[in-house]
């Protein structure tokens, strides 16, 4: 434990979480925005592709005509976990570090609102020509929202095994 100017103390172990979440939010907005190339026609607008039907583009890589196992798996790879995993330290993390987030509703809306971010950064970049390759995609929402819904319940799950340990744990604390 530290002690800040104020007298207040400061939890170490947290003040390194709160490290963590900040390089790990850094970590999201590298991968998703400043990871776009820009576009042959750098500097041109035009209108970039909107995906607003669930699981039509992931599905229509599975068309029998141009099918392979090989783009299957990097297919199910990049977009399938590579979205779920994008944002599920976020459903981790903020009902860790901020006690307003323990609320499920909370969380998840929060993980939305990321995700909608997120994709509407990627239009507008794509719009005015400053990237290219990404496309607004629902799937992309819908998978982080999973994946937010994962990290929530992984919290969930370990804040009651730390309470149940506590609980039934045969070690006292001496004086």
Same mark, same amino acid.
């Given at each position: +434990?530290?002690?800040?100017?104020?007298?207040?103390? %400061?939890?170490? !172990?947290?003040? $390194? #979480?709160?490290?963590? =979440?900040?390089?790990?939010?850094?970590?999201?907005?590298?991968?998703?925005?400043?990871?776009?190339?820009?576009?042959?026609?750098?500097?041109?607008?035009?209108?970039?592709?909107?995906?607003?039907?669930?699981?039509?583009?992931?599905?229509?890589?599975?068309?029998?005509?141009?099918?392979?196992?090989?783009? +299957?798996?990097?297919?199910?790879?990049?977009?399938? %976990?590579?979205? !779920?995993?994008? $944002? #599920?330290?976020?459903? =981790?993390?903020?009902?860790?570090?901020?006690?307003?987030?323990?609320?499920?509703?909370?969380?998840?809306?929060?993980?939305?609102?990321?995700?909608?971010?997120?994709?509407?950064?990627?239009?507008?970049?794509?719009?005015?020509?400053?990237?290219?390759?990404?496309?607004?995609?629902?799937?992309?929402?819908?998978?982080?929202?999973?994946?937010?819904?994962?990290?929530?319940?992984?919290?969930?799950?370990?804040?009651?095994?730390?309470?149940?340990?506590?609980?039934?744990?045969?070690?006292?604390?001496?004086?």
């Amino acid at each position: +434990m530290l002690w800040s100017k104020n007298y207040k103390h %400061i939890s170490i !172990i947290r003040e $390194l #979480l709160v490290m963590a =979440f900040v390089i790990y939010c850094l970590a999201v907005i590298r991968v998703t925005i400043f990871s776009l190339h820009p576009s042959a026609g750098f500097g041109q607008s035009g209108t970039p592709s909107v995906n607003i039907i669930p699981f039509a583009e992931m599905f229509r890589g599975f068309h029998p005509n141009h099918f392979s196992l090989g783009y +299957m798996i990097r297919h199910l790879e990049s977009n399938l %976990i590579g979205n !779920i995993l994008l $944002l #599920l330290p976020l459903g =981790f993390f903020l009902p860790m570090l901020w006690s307003k987030f323990r609320s499920f509703k909370r969380t998840v809306v929060i993980g939305i609102l990321s995700s909608l971010s997120i994709e509407t950064v990627q239009y507008i970049l794509a719009y005015l020509g400053l990237s290219s390759g990404r496309a607004s995609d629902i799937d992309d929402v819908i998978l982080n929202s999973i994946g937010v819904i994962i990290g929530y319940m992984v919290f969930q799950a370990i804040s009651c095994g730390i309470k149940c340990f506590r609980k039934y744990s045969t070690f006292t604390k001496v004086d």
